[in-house]
């Protein structure tokens, strides 16, 4: 999706930096392999390394997919031990040898939590420039809408995910509309049953991600690496007028929260830079 211009636009070329731990370095040589082979035209370049300091010379972009994997029945909690010793690692790495203005999207589970350790042991990191992704909630809950009205999902615009990437999540859809082709409608009036709305709506997106590994047998690909292309992307090249995202930021204490923690609010993106939405 990179490679195709789905995250940075049509005209951007890229040079991609894949970096994975020494027991997959074949398997890893397999995906460079593979990108060679699909000529993409925007692909200028492909590093496949097990050197976190090779991966993350010079980056403008991470994304943070490495992580102990989430398996059927645990709690993405379960996996915050293994993981902070991963990004205390990568998070020196990247502090030292990243672009100045490097941006830094956490996918890997829990994102929050891993997000906040990154910011931990990356001091001199802007702020600003570390996020975690509810992109991909924000995006189940638009599908669960669209679903539910037999609509596209690019007719509905602006749900919110609140919080935590985790099934305390609260996805909300009270400031949500579509696009009728007659105006703009709420979703909540359009839906006409708050009882779904209200329960078995928000307790499918919080449990998406286990129904799916319970189907699959394995979590989230397609979709997660879509929503991440979504994040960087609107991130990068602004959300369109009157639209919100959801994404997992530092707080800077609105709503109430607590500031200094990774929290999910929605945010509009103009130049590069995000803004929590207020009100």
Known sequence: MIARGA????????????????PAAEALKGVKMELIDAAFPLLKGVVATTDVIEACKG??????VGGFPRKEGMERKEVMSKN???YKAQASALEKHAAPDC??????NPANTNALILKEFAPSFPEKNITCLTRLDHNRALGQIS??????????????????????????????TVDTGNGLKPVRELVGDDCWLNAKFITTVQQRGADIIKARKLSSALSAASAACDHVHDWVLGTPK????????????????PPGIIYSFPVTCEKGEWSIVQG
């Open 59 to 64: 980056v403008d972009i991470a994304v943070m």
């Open 84 to 86: 902070v010793s991963i």
């Open 242 to 257: 009157g639209t919100w995202v959801s994404m997992g930021v530092y707080s800077d204490g609105s709503y109430g929260v």
């Open 7 to 22: 995250m940075l636009g049509p005209d951007q070329p890229v040079i991609i930096h894949m970096l994975d731990i020494e």
């Open 147 to 176: 679903e539910r009205l037999n609509i596209n999902a690019g007719d509905v615009k602006n749900v919110i995910i609140w919080g935590n990437h985790s099934s305390t999540q609260y996805p909300d859809v009270n400031h949500a």
């Open 103 to 108: 941006k830094v999207l956490v996918v890997a």
